[in-house]
């Protein structure tokens, strides 16, 4: 048998290496740090006879490098391997930062590195303005709006104005005028312009006139150079105690209602009058025409 018909028998490893696929022995430090909690890292060592190959010339044969992370940094990034050594500087913190300088922001598997460029600002186009709005408009819609809120206060008014009731305010038509001693004989008009009325005093009785022309109405005035009611309406006549004598007027003038309170002062009631229909009775000498004196 040829001596090349043997095959050469592995060489065995000696009894202080430690084999590959065995863990070697942890030391007392390493134990400690792991107490404290530190990461330790063990490389294992080289077994004899196979090339080790450093891990910059595993990436340099890829096309990048990897670069060594600062400490506190998750892991390792990969440049490429034709970056310059100035552009591969990592901060010195364990965090990465910004710096003034830019630098090449690189992906895993990038071989081109993309510069970051500051965004420049778009030129502002030409503002377009709306035009002001006319006063003319404004003039109008305050007049429309004007209007509308005018009809609906107007209808609020008239609703509360149903449930008002439907009385007319005027002055009673039954009051006071006095004691009959505070009259003179003759024709008294201090109660004309307020009541309407005349009142009228002789030798024998005390009367009010109701100060009203019985032919259409109209005020009369007292004439007294002439002892005589004169109407100003058409011409109308009436003596001192309304009787008619010329002009238009049909008949005598009205006389009111009188009598004395329990204090003695006259009453008067315009809301009854007495008349004198022309070929009609005479109600002058009815009971409540006059009081006696």
Known sequence: MDQNDNPTPPAESAPDTPNEEQGAKPKVSD???AARGEVVRRESAPAKGRTVVPPSARA???GTTAEV???GDGGAKEVPAATPAAARVSPASGASKTTSTP????NKGVTKAAAAKPVAARPAGPLVESAPDPPVNKLRRRIVWGSIFSFLAIDFLMFLRFFLPR????PSSVFRIGFPGDYATGVDTKWQQQRRIWVVKNSERLFVIFARCTHLGCTPDWK???NKFKCPCHG???DSEGINFEGPAPRPMDRAEVHLDAEGQVVVNTGKLYDWQKGGTNHFNDDGSFIRI
């Not at 630098?103 to 690189?106: E, G, I, Y």
């Not at 009385?167 to 005027?170: A, G, N, R, V």
């Open 31 to 33: 134990l400690l740090a």
């Open 60 to 62: 340099a044969s890829s």
């Open 69 to 71: 992370p600062p400490p």
């Open 103 to 106: 630098t090449p922001s690189v």
């Open 167 to 170: 009385t007319i305010f005027e």
């Open 224 to 226: 007294a150079s002439e």
């Open 236 to 238: 109308s006549g009436y």
